[in-house]
């Protein structure tokens, strides 16, 4: 069982930057795929970023590609998600996720969720 919380949401203005963590109970983080997923109001949840249990392979969403960056430190059961340049349409609920085996965009994959935190981008 692992226990997902997420922290650093928050209101923005475009342009600005946000740094997201998800903090994960249990001894075994460090062998879970983890992924990051956002939910506007009246839209599905979709994919934003994953990263290999190691570290060291990711992936990202086209419309974050070059502007987010995830990542995490095994040693503290934690995963980031750094958000640069952000834009009005990034506002939405931003839920950490983890599953075993590799990682994917397919948010039915994965096993554990946390309960999301609000990001608003003002323009």
């Known amino acids: 069982q692992v226990q997902l919380v997420e922290s650093g949401g928050g209101l923005v203005q475009a342009g600005g930057s946000l740094r997201l963590s998800c903090a994960a109970s249990?001894?075994?983080?460090?062998?879970?795929?983890m992924g990051w997923f956002r939910q506007a109001p009246g839209k599905e949840r979709e994919f934003v970023a994953a990263?290999?249990?190691?570290?060291?392979?990711?992936s990202y969403a086209d419309s974050v590609k070059g502007r987010f960056t995830i990542s995490r430190d095994n040693a503290k059961n934690t995963v980031y998600l750094q958000m640069n340049g952000l834009k009005p349409e990034d506002t939405a609920v931003y839920y950490c996720?983890?599953?075993?085996?590799?990682?994917?965009?397919?948010?039915?994959?994965?096993?554990?969720w946390g309960q999301g935190t609000q990001v608003t981008v003002s323009s």
């Open positions: 996720a983890a599953r075993r085996g590799p990682y994917t965009g397919s948010v039915g994959q994965y096993d554990y």
């Open positions: 249990g001894r075994t983080f460090s062998t879970y795929a």
């Open positions: 990263i290999h249990w190691s570290g060291g392979s990711t």
